[in-house]
């Protein structure tokens, strides 16, 4: 049914194994069920703007690529998501592995550096991030982006735009529950120690990762370029730029 694309939807697999998870219980109970006209706009523009357009390695929701996405990014508070299975492994994370910490976000100034920070691509990302004014959720299980993204989204108090990094299996239940949930900006799919199939999801949102992942070079570079921008749009003379990121709960919040 997914790969002929039954009824223009590709997340038949993922919603029928996922029902009696955590997350598919709570998508159901609080997003189709308790916003149901809602819903059915949210998969009527899945169905027909943002499946047909997504691209492999980078999936526009709700129709925002290129120059569209900087200026929406620019306009305003937005989140970029990294993955918990980006973090390092050898020297592994100093904060741990699958949690929405970061020794590096918390302290950027401490010293020394851990190594596996020196090396570590959301330490990177996060660096370039900073004067785009995003704020930085690394992305631990479908509940808790559930949680932290989409049920703020659907009661009007989050950020509307978002870029998130996530497995090719992800990708396509990611899309249609940001679109749902009126979210726009971009999904980012890793090519590097990847989970393939429900099966190997479902043991890394449980905490189960012994791979790294890494989006592809080009992906990469991509999204530095968007990040550096975003950053150019927003500044402007006698604004004050993001100087540090500011713990509040699971996010890190650029401050000045």
């Known amino acids: ?10 997340v038949w697999e993922f919603s029928a194994r996922s029902v009696f998870r955590p997350y598919g219980g709570l998508f ?3 997003v189709l069920l308790r916003h149901p006209w809602r819903a059915l706009a949210g998969l009527w523009t899945y169905r027909q703007r943002t499946r047909p357009s997504r691209r492999p390695g980078w999936a526009p929701v709700a129709e925002a690529p290129g120059e569209a996405l900087l200026d929406e990014l620019a306009a305003g508070d937005w989140v970029l998501g990294l993955g918990f299975c980006q973090k390092p492994l050898d020297p592994p994370c100093p904060s741990g592995r699958f949690n929405h910490s970061c020794r590096f976000l918390a302290q950027p100034d401490a010293e020394p550096l851990p190594a596996a920070c020196q090396r570590c691509r959301i330490r ?4 370039r991030a900073l004067p785009a004014g995003a704020v930085v959720h ?12 989409l049920l703020p989204a659907l009661r009007s108090r989050a950020a509307k735009r978002v870029v998130l990094s996530v497995c090719p ?6 899309t249609l529950a940001l679109t749902v949930c009126g979210l726009r900006g971009a999904v980012l799919s890793y090519d590097d120690g990847v989970c ?4 190997a999801w479902a043991r890394a949102d449980d905490g189960f990762k012994p791979e790294q992942t890494h989006l592809p070079l080009q992906t990469h570079e991509r999204l ?3 990040l550096d921008g975003v950053a150019a749009r927003r500044s402007s003379p006698g ?9 509040c709960g699971n996010f890190y919040m650029p401050t000045a």
């Open 196 to 199: 393939w199939d429900f099966a």
């Open 169 to 174: 299996f992800s990708v396509a239940p990611m």
């Open 239 to 247: 604004q004050a730029s993001p100087r540090a990121f500011k713990q």
């Open 28 to 30: 159901l109970r609080s």
């Open 1 to 10: 049914m997914d790969a002929r694309g039954f009824l223009g939807f590709d």
């Open 124 to 127: 990177e990302l996060a660096t």
């Open 224 to 226: 530095l370029a968007l």
């Open 138 to 149: 690394v992305l631990t299980s479908a509940v808790d982006i559930a949680r932290d993204l």
